[in-house]
């Protein structure tokens, strides 16, 4: 069983990709989390955007979309304290969610699941083996 998570303290951080603006939120606790190496695996859920503003960012009402989409797959995968949310970017049309992951295979079965969902990407779990 990983060490329980760190209270989260977020850093907002305003940049670009190429030509396009970056909107990246960071969770900074875990800077100093001395057991990261218990959740050693990366987790990418990309959620396309469907309204969408100037430069390619989500419209407002689509901002409030994204928040209850990712609030419903963040309370699924933080079961257990087996994923701590590590950064949302939100650009070129879409909102990347990316955690760190203790089990694969419990992130797995969600990305089997997300497979289902045309607006749900999940880039696959990425990451060192415990072992190593």
Known sequence: MPAPPPSPFYSLITTSLGDKPAIVVVN??????????????????????????DNEM??????????AVEDEITSKLSADDN??????????????????VSDPE????????????????VRGIHGGSRGG
């Open 106 to 121: 419990v992130a797995n079965a969600m990305r089997r699941a997300a497979g289902q969902s045309p607006a749900l990407r």
């Open 83 to 100: 994923v701590i949310f590590l950064a949302r970017v939100t650009a070129l049309g879409e909102q990347a969610l990316i955690f760190r």
């Open 28 to 53: 900074s606790a875990l800077r100093t989390f001395s057991h990261r190496p218990q959740y050693p695996w990366h987790l990418r859920v990309t959620i396309a955007c469907k309204l969408l503003g």
């Open 58 to 67: 989500p419209t407002t009402e689509e901002l409030e979309s994204l928040r």
